[in-house]
C-alpha cells in the first residue's frame, strides 16, 4: 500500500504556480490588492446582469410576450441581490460553521476580508432579497426567480475556480491519476497517506457540475425549451440540479475542518447509524424538497 500511495504522489498533478491575487500595490504606507476571488465576484455579477437583460429584452420568451419586469428594474434588482449574497454568505458561515467561536469573538464576524463565506447562506440571502424586492415592485416572484436561477451559474463556476486558485476548499485524500498535489501543512495532513499526497479538485468538479453542466441546462431549458413561460420551473430545476450535484461532490470534498474531532476525524456533521452525513450534504437536502416543490406545483399549474 506505501508502495502505491508513493507512486500516486508522483503522478499526481502538482499545483500550479498561482497566486490570490491578480496584483497589489502600496498607497500611503497600505498594502492594497486585487484578488481572483473578488474579481470571480464582480465578473460574475456583471454576467448575471446582462443574462437578466437579454432574457428581458426577449419579449417571445415569456407568456404573452410580458417579461415580468423592465430592463431598468434589473439594476436594481441585482444591487439587492449582491447585497443578499454578502450578507447571507457570511451570516450563513457564521451560524452554520462556526457559531461556538463567533460567539465568543463577534466582532470578527463583521470581518468578511478575513474570509468566510457560505453559498448556502448566500442563498438564503438572495431570496429574502428576491422576495423583498418583488413585494415593493409588485412583481411575479415566480418569474423573476427562475431568470435569477438561469443567471447565477457563470458566477458559481467562477467563484469556484477562484476558490481552486485560493488553494482552498480542496478534496479529500485520493490515489487517482487526476488529484492534486495541494501545498500547505493543512493540504499536506493526510493521515493513513505519505506525503506529498494528492487531494480532489474538488473545486474544479464543482465548477463544472454547478456552473458549466447546470448552467448549459439552465440556458436550454429556458431558450430552448420555453420554460420561463411556465412560472416556477426553473427554480425547481436550480435547486435540484445544484443540490445533486453539491451533494454528491461532497464524497470527494474534504469536510470543513470545524467539524473535526479526535472521535470524527472525516469531519462530518451528522453520523447517524451507517449514515454520514457532511454540513454541505445537509444544506443542499432542504433545497432538494424546495426544488421538487416548485417542479411539482409548476407541472401542475
Known amino acids: 500500500m506505501a508502495t502505491a500511495i508513493k507512486d500516486m504522489a508522483i503522478n499526481a498533478i502538482k499545483f500550479p504556480n498561482l497566486s490570490p491575487e491578480l496584483f497589489s500595490f502600496n498607497l500611503g504606507g497600505f498594502e492594497f490588492a486585487i484578488r481572483w476571488y473578488a474579481l470571480a465576484y464582480i465578473i460574475g455579477v456583471v454576467l448575471a446582469l446582462q443574462i437578466i437583460k437579454f432574457a428581458l429584452s426577449k ?3 415569456w407568456t ?17 441581490l449582491v447585497l443578499g449574497i454578502i450578507l447571507g454568505g457570511r451570516l450563513g458561515f457564521v451560524l452554520f460553521y462556526q457559531l461556538d467561536y463567533y460567539l465568543l469573538h463577534p466582532i470578527e464576524a463583521l470581518m468578511i476580508w478575513q474570509g468566510g463565506m457560505s453559498f448556502h447562506g448566500g442563498f438564503i440571502g438572495v431570496a429574502i432579497a428576491g422576495i423583498w424586492f418583488c413585494k ?19 458566477g458559481l463556476f467562477l467563484g469556484r475556480l477562484s476558490n481552486f486558485v485560493n488553494n482552498e476548499l480542496w478534496g479529500r485524500p485520493t490515489e487517482w491519476a487526476w488529484g492534486v498535489i495541494f501545498p500547505g501543512k493543512m493540504a499536506q495532513n493526510c493521515p493513513g497517506f505519505s506525503t506529498p499526497c494528492a487531494r480532489h479538485a474538488s473545486q474544479i468538479y464543482e465548477a463544472g457540475l454547478e456552473g458549466f453542466l447546470l448552467g448549459a441546462l439552465m440556458i436550454w431549458l429556458a431558450y430552448s425549451c420555453n420554460w420561463l413561460r411556465k412560472p ?8 435540484i440540479g445544484y443540490g445533486v450535484c453539491r451533494f ?15 472521535d470524527n476525524p ?24 424546495l426544488g421538487s416543490l416548485f417542479l411539482f406545483k409548476a407541472f401542475r399549474a
Open 64 to 80: 404573452d410576450c410580458a417579461p415580468p419586469m423592465t430592463v431598468d428594474q434589473a439594476d436594481e434588482l441585482v444591487t439587492n
Open 136 to 154: 415593493k415592485n409588485a412583481l411575479s416572484l415566480s418569474s423573476v426567480g427562475d431568470i435569477i436561477s438561469v443567471a447565477s451559474p457563470p
Open 248 to 262: 454528491s461532490v461532497e464524497f470527494f470534498r474534504q469536510p470543513d475542518p470545524y467539524f473535526i474531532t479526535q
Open 266 to 289: 472525516i469531519g462530518y456533521a451528522l453520523s447517524i447509524a451507517s449514515t454520514n452525513l457532511t454540513m454541505g450534504q445537509m444544506l443542499t437536502l432542504p433545497m432538494i424538497c
Open 232 to 239: 416556477g420551473r426553473l427554480i425547481g430545476m436550480f435547486l
Open 59 to 61: 419579449k417571445n420568451l
